[in-house]
Structures are given as C-alpha cells and as structure tokens.
C-alpha cells in the first residue's frame, strides 16, 4: 500500500494551460506539503498545510494554489503554465507538529514530472 | 535562518571501498537534521536523523552520520559502498518554526559506485 500517492506521475503541457497534482497519504498524519526540484534537483518548500490549515507559504507565484479537502488530501493546482513551472513536484507528509524537540520526518511521495511546452 | 551546505557535487568510490559525503549546517536554533536518498526517478527516503540525542546516528543500509558542533558538520559515511548505492543524496536542516516544519535541503551530492 502506498503511503504517499500522487498523481499523474507525468504530465506533459502547453504554456498558459491550467494543470492540476493531486496528492493522498495514507498514514493518518496531519500535515502535508509541496515541495518543487528543479532541474539541477534543488529541493524547495512550496506549501505546507496542517490538518487542512495553511501554515508554510514560501514565495510562490499566486499562480499555484494548494486545496487540501481533508487532512489526507493535499492537491496542487497550477494556473497559466509558464516554462519556468517544469520540474518534479513532490508531495509529503508527517505526524503531528511536534514543537520545540525537533522537525519532523517527511515521507515523500515518487513525485510528478511536469513539463510545459 | 538556516542553510547546509553539500560540499561535493559528484563523488565516485569503487564498490567495497568507503563511502564519505560532507554536508555542513548554519542554524540560529539547536537543528534536526537528516539524510535523504533520492534514486533514479524515484521520491525521497528517509536514511537517518538528528535531533539532539546520540551525536553518532545510524541509518539504514549501513549508513551512518556524525553530528559534530563544533565543526557544524553532519557527514555522511558508509564503510563499504555497494553497487546498489548509486543514487542522489541530500543533506537537510529542520527547523519547527512555529508555523510549522520547515526543511531546508542541500544541492544534492550524486553517488556513483564503480565495479
């Protein structure tokens, strides 16, 4: 069973088009994130959300608008593709926060290629 | 705020020999940090993490990593590489913000392992 789901694996597009990745854990933990690598396989935060509440926002384009339903979901939606937008979004999860002792692990998921056109 | 620091973009060991991937950290607060493994096309694993208890921590697949303050280091170290080990390795610094978990990824050191 997979802990962290995402789908599509791959997704292939026009500039200016409106995509969507959607994300499933089944580990019953409260929060889950977004995370973009580039093409040199940097690794950036998008979002976080905590039992459906936003509380990580790094400097992402309004373009990208994150949706979590429940605490299991956590779906990205991508307006007016740029070039720029190509890369592997990652989606992960971990349990509760856990405060002053420390950050906690992600479990990620296989990622989702993303290339505009 | 808080940074690390891969100090080698591509390493190359032969399979059996040692395997030593160097990361160094900057954090205000006393950091979590961790080693993840990323394979060909693959999402990220876990390996290990820090978070203030023994300084020596023990991953899987024989790996193990050596928190040092003093150095601000957290290097990664395997004693006999195996084939199976090439992969893409990142160095991450974790920080509670009050907002949240925040990590903070390395650029990456790329592991290839020769017969």
């Known amino acids: 069973d997979t802990a962290v789901s995402q789908t599509p694996k791959y997704l292939v597009t026009q500039m200016g088009n409106d995509k969507s990745i959607k994300c499933e854990q089944n580990l019953g933990h409260d929060t889950m994130y977004w995370y973009k690598q580039d093409s040199k396989k940097f690794l950036k935060i998008m979002f976080s959300?905590?039992?459906?509440?936003?509380?990580i926002n790094e400097t992402v384009p309004n373009r990208f608008s994150p949706k979590s339903p429940d605490k299991a979901h956590l779906n990205l939606h991508i307006n007016s593709l740029e070039l720029g937008d190509s890369a592997v979004y990652f989606c992960?999860?971990?349990?509760?926060?856990?405060?002053?002792?420390?950050?906690?692990?992600?479990?990620f998921g296989a990622g989702s290629r993303l290339t505009v056109l | 705020a808080q940074s690390v620091t891969q100090l080698d973009s591509h390493v190359s060991v032969s399979e059996g020999t040692p395997v030593l991937l160097r990361c160094n950290y900057s954090?205000?607060?006393?950091?979590?940090l961790f080693w993840y493994v990323q394979h060909p096309n693959k999402g990220l694993q876990l390996l290990l993490k820090y978070t203030s208890a023994a300084t020596l921590v023990k991953g899987i697949n024989g790996f193990e990593a050596e928190f040092k303050k003093s150095e601000t280091s957290f290097h990664l170290t395997k004693p006999s590489a195996h084939m199976s080990d090439a992969a893409e390795y990142f160095c991450?610094?974790?920080?509670?913000?009050?907002?949240?978990?925040?990590?903070?990824f390395g650029t990456g050191t790329q592991l290839k392992v020769e017969l």
């Open positions: 992960a999860s971990s349990p509760r926060l856990q405060g002053a002792s420390g950050a906690n692990v992600l479990t």
């Open positions: 991450v610094v974790g920080l509670w913000t009050g907002g949240g978990n925040k990590l903070t």
């Open positions: 959300y905590n039992n459906k509440e936003l509380i």
């Open positions: 954090s205000s607060y006393s950091p979590s």
